[in-house]
């Protein structure tokens, strides 16, 4: 299997990924040590070696021929090898590659592959493990964060080209890296994966995707059996190579093994015995991983500078701040944390647990209060004696997965310890105290941010409708693995209220302390600047999004107008590596103009708004009387991009594009469409012939965009997308018609039913599709 092999090339991004040499963790990153390129001499002196172990395996067969026994003995094949519900008679096809792999089996990249009569004549890498004759295999190295992801990585890769694999049952507890060589697993230096994780958990997910997974014995593995190919390590590109989404599920399948979960359990339960908080629960807790060693500093420092091209400015602490007021300003006001699990370079200071009392939280280590013992620790792998120095990564495993329990985790997204931390929580619950980007993010797509919406109650009943649209799109673009949030003012519209839970949106109850400065500043509003002005309940909504940093618990969140629908999947990664450290808005009127403008999408660094909160609303309040802003921009909009104009980034023009905008390539990889100034009941109404009174009058200007015919076919790949969604829930799709045209009659009812019933069902790859007015609508008016 072509992803399994052993990887080629590289390029600037690996050599720009950090080398960790932490106590907590192995070194993460390496900066080109694992990309080796072949040349056309060594192809053929490989190609030569196989010659010569084929010829050797024929001599020895005849050698050997009176032996009869090709499997494993009976009791490694009752501990070593899971069927997962396989034939007797492929459970032995599988066995076979295990005695002695260098004499029994052929290399194919990094694959083992049983002994097979077809193997010299198949030079095909893209052919399957049947003709090959074998499953495929891998190796793993380094410290836990890089074995976890490698493992993740290549059963991925093995699920998706629907080749068995044999994953091998080794964990190296010592994975710490004096040199740029990677560390491989002997026996010295290792324990059974068996020992570690829950296997059988494992096995059963991969055998639930089609394949058939199985162990690679331990002695195998560390014997030096198997080729000296074998023995190398590509974690990161073949991480890369693979489909991230699975690659995720193996990181979300990864439990404790039953011994290594009783003992954090014990861990847990002593944790819990210190804290004064009666009855205090994991949700009450964060666990927190701190890079501060004179190690780190020195990887930092090597890290940050090197030149090329690419932003890597956040490997400490933001700013330079003190830890617990980054850790404070990663807290929601909402939301009751009380104690710390920290998991650092060292034992936290006096100094650190003082300062972090005096926030209200206390801090716990688990060495410096005796959470657990080193004898502990050794019984998880049947050893009397383990330090930190000589079972590092055993350690590590114990507060990895003590953090996986814990609600929430802040960490150093530069660690791949953090970054393995918040990609198994999807990037939910989840934020880094040195701010800005993942690099891991960049090879590996799982860094999702969670979504916000606002909603009051004294909206009109057409914001709901739009509302409920939008929330299916990002449902429907990203299904159940991301947070959908909504400040939701009000608690009388219970079918609502049901209508969210039912589609797993968090709902946070708003009680603004604001209400009456908005009121004035509204009151104040010219309608010609801005048809919010006319109505309270949606002035209300657009300056909810005030109290995010009150409710929201991560580093980042996209905040999303109601008026928007999602077109494409994205995650963190599409914001680059110099992510906002405030706010990014992209474009409004003009698409070719890079001006951050408009606030209806907004990328928001949490923690920046829960540090500048107050500052923020005394701000606001000084302009109650009046909702103008500098650069005679209005409302919030004028309020943010004034007040956060420091920390102000551009946000990419396909995060929100609008319906009237002529350049087809934003349409094309769209992310976001935004129905700014007219929504789509209004672009239906124009289309339909009403007259420019009908609708409000600061968005005249708009019409004759999408009456245009240079924008009739984008204007449709708008209306397309929201179609998409309003038709999923027929009864708010009733709802949304029936509003719109109640005092017009039933025919323009029927007509606003059918034309988003008629263009939802077509197929958006068809040439016709983008005649939606002419083609769609005109012949339901005839």
């Not at 053929?44 to 021929?65: A, D, E």
């Not at 929201?722 to 323009?748: A, M, P, R, V, W």
Request: with cysteine.
């Amino acid at each position: 299997m072509k992803s399994l092999r052993r990887r080629q090339g590289g390029g600037a991004y690996e050599r720009s990924l950090p080398t960790d040499l932490s106590r907590d963790e192995s070194a993460d990153f390496t900066k080109s040590k694992q990309l080796k390129f072949y040349t056309l001499s060594m192809q053929t002196k490989s190609s030569i070696r196989r010659i010569v172990r084929l010829v050797l395996v024929v001599v020895l067969i005849v050698i050997f021929s009176r032996r009869t026994n090709w499997g494993l003995s009976d009791n490694k094949k009752d501990t070593s090898l899971r069927k997962n519900g396989q034939t007797e008679k492929k459970a032995k096809k599988l066995h076979k590659p295990h005695i002695k792999p260098v004499l029994n089996h052929l290399k194919h990249g990094n694959k083992i592959l049983s002994r097979n009569n077809d193997n010299d004549n198949n030079k095909d890498d893209s052919t399957s493990h049947d003709s090959l004759g074998g499953p495929v295999s891998y190796n793993v190295c380094n410290g836990l964060s890089n074995q976890f992801l490698s493992h993740a990585g290549h059963i991925s890769q093995a699920i998706v080209s629907g080749e068995d694999i044999l994953i091998p049952d080794v964990f190296i507890t010592n994975g710490i890296q004096n040199s740029t060589e990677d560390v491989l697993p002997t026996r010295e230096n290792s324990v059974p994966l068996q020992k570690i994780i829950d296997m059988n958990a494992l096995l059963e997910m991969v055998s639930s995707h089609g394949i058939t997974a199985q162990i690679l014995p331990y002695d195998d593995v560390v014997s030096g059996k198997v080729d000296d190919e074998f023995m190398s390590c590509s974690w990161l590109e073949d991480l890369k190579a693979s489909d991230h989404q699975i690659a995720q599920q193996v990181l979300h399948v990864f439990k404790p093994s039953p011994r290594l979960n009783t003992i954090i359990e014990e861990s847990l339960s002593n944790l819990f015995h210190h804290t004064k908080s009666t009855g205090a629960t994991l949700s009450d807790g964060i666990c927190l991983h701190h890079r501060d060693g004179l190690d780190w500093h020195e990887h930092c420092k090597r890290w940050e500078g090197i030149n090329d091209g690419r932003w890597r400015k956040n490997c400490l602490n933001d700013r330079r701040l003190p830890l617990h007021k980054l850790v404070k300003n990663r807290i929601p006001e909402k939301s009751n944390k009380s104690w710390i699990y920290y998991v650092g370079d060292s034992e936290p200071s006096k100094e650190m647990v003082k300062k972090f009392k005096e926030e209200g939280i206390d801090l716990f280590h688990r060495e410096k209060d005796n959470l657990l013992h080193p004898q502990d620790i050794g019984k998880i792998v049947d050893l009397s004696h383990v330090t930190l120095e000589t079972h590092r990564d055993l350690y590590t495993a114990v507060d990895f997965f003590t953090c996986s329990e814990i609600e929430s985790f802040i960490g150093n997204s530069v660690s791949t310890f953090s970054a393995n931390q918040i990609a198994k929580r999807n990037g939910m619950k989840s934020s880094w105290y040195n701010s800005r980007s993942i690099p891991l993010a960049q090879v590996f797509h799982v860094f999702h941010i969670p979504f916000v919406y606002t909603y009051t109650e004294e909206s009109k009943p057409m914001s709901k409708a739009l509302l409920k649209a939008s929330i299916l799109s990002v449902r429907g673009t990203f299904g159940p693995h991301v947070d959908i949030n909504i400040l939701y003012h009000g608690k009388k519209d219970r079918d609502f209220l049901k209508w969210l839970k039912h589609n797993d949106v968090i709902i946070h109850k708003h009680e603004p302390t604001w209400l009456d400065d908005i009121e004035r500043m509204r009151q104040h509003g010219n309608l010609k600047l801005s048809h919010l002005f006319a109505d309270k309940g949606s002035y209300i909504g657009t300056w909810q999004r005030l109290d995010i940093p009150l409710f929201i618990d991560a580093e980042y969140c996209l905040f999303l107008d109601s008026d928007t629908v999602l077109h494409d999947k994205f995650g963190l990664h599409d914001f680059g590596l110099d992510i906002t450290p405030g706010l990014a808005v992209s474009s409004e009127g003009d698409e070719y103009k890079k001006k951050p403008w408009n606030l209806g999408v907004v990328l928001f660094n949490v923690p920046k708004l829960r540090e500048t909160y107050a500052r923020f609303l005394q701000f606001v309040h000084s302009h109650a009387d009046n909702p103008v802003f500098k650069r005679r921009n209005i409302s919030d909009q004028g309020a943010y991009l004034e007040f956060y104009k420091p920390s102000l980034r551009f946000l990419h023009q396909t995060f929100n594009v609008k319906p009237y905008w002529q350049e087809e390539m934003y349409f094309k990889k769209a992310k976001v469409t935004h129905f700014h100034g007219l929504k789509p009941q209004d672009i239906l109404k124009v289309w339909m012939g009403y007259p420019k009174k009908a609708l409000p009058e600061a968005v005249w200007f708009l019409i004759p965009k999408v009456t245009n015919k240079s924008t009739e076919d984008n204007v449709c790949q708008a209306m397309y997308d929201f179609s998409q969604y309003i038709t999923k829930d027929e009864e708010n799709l009733h709802e949304y018609c029936n509003t719109i045209f109640k005092k017009d009659g039933e025919k323009q009812t029927k007509a606003c039913l059918q034309f988003f019933t008629d263009l939802a069902a077509v197929k958006e790859e068809k040439e016709d599709f983008t005649s939606c007015r002419a083609s769609i609508l005109k012949p339901l008016l005839s």
